[in-house]
């Protein structure tokens, strides 16, 4: 069955401190990554994408995130986080052999931006 | 920059009630879905909506749910028969043309049932 996981419930960090994420799916075929993020009060908004090529894929507000199959991961990245990136984010995975749009999504990670 | 609306965006029913929850999606996208989440829980597809049709539903998308686009600007998600369980915060999402673009999420409508 498609899955995601989230292992990281919560994460704290100082502010201008590098930041990781991490995303594990499951899937059969080949799969779409996303990683979207929700601020309180917000809908989600799309960070970035994995859909094909290159396997380091760039994102808004200066996020990046590595595709990497051996490891069935997709983990979200910047070199230094900013007050305004506390947020929730939601890893997401696409069915390349749907044809319906379904998301997958994982738990949610947390993020506390310590001044 | 055009957005996905949704109203209300708070709603206390009682268990048993109908509820509909309202979403305007962006006005040239042509793929509508919902997704709720369940406070604590993941973000769960609920069904998928393409050219006037279901085009996948999930096992949770039983038959006190529907889903309409009544006109051409809206897109409801209707529970006939409100449980306790259906408390959760219901996001509207919509793309583009195909389901592989970018699906554009409103800020979600939370319903509770008590």
């Known amino acids: 069955a498609q899955s995601v996981t989230q292992p990281d419930i919560h994460i704290t960090v100082s502010e201008g401190a590098s930041l990781e994420l991490r995303c594990n799916y499951s899937?059969?075929?080949?799969?779409?990554l996303f990683w979207y993020v929700q601020s309180p009060g917000q809908g989600l908004q799309l960070l970035l994408k994995?859909?094909?090529?290159?396997?380091l894929v760039q994102g808004i507000k200066g996020f990046e995130a590595e595709f990497k199959r051996s490891q069935s991961s997709f983990n979200l990245r910047k070199p230094s986080v900013h007050w305004s990136d506390a947020a929730e984010y939601f890893c997401?995975?696409?069915?390349?052999?749907?044809?319906?749009?379904?998301?997958?999504f994982g738990q949610g990670t947390t993020l506390q931006v310590k001044p | 920059e055009p957005e996905v609306t949704q109203t209300p965006s708070h709603q206390v029913t009682q268990m048993g009630q109908e509820v509909i929850l309202r979403c305007v999606p962006i006005?040239?996208?042509?793929?509508f879905y919902w997704y709720r989440q369940i406070l604590g829980q993941k973000v769960e597809f609920l069904v998928s909506?393409?050219?006037?049709?279901?085009?996948?539903k999930s096992e949770i998308f039983d038959d006190q749910f529907s889903v309409e686009r009544p006109d051409g600007s809206n897109f409801t998600l209707k529970i006939r028969s409100t449980k306790l369980e259906d408390s959760a915060m219901y996001f509207c999402?919509?793309?583009?043309?195909?389901?592989?673009?970018?699906?554009?999420f409103g800020p979600g409508t939370r319903l509770l049932v008590l």
């Open positions: 999402a919509s793309s583009v043309v195909d389901y592989r673009e970018t699906q554009y």
């Open positions: 899937y059969g075929a080949t799969p779409y």
């Open positions: 994995y859909f094909s090529g290159d396997t």
């Open positions: 997401a995975v696409g069915a390349a052999s749907s044809n319906t749009g379904k998301l997958i």
């Open positions: 006005s040239n996208h042509l793929y």
């Open positions: 909506f393409y050219n006037n049709e279901i085009s996948e």
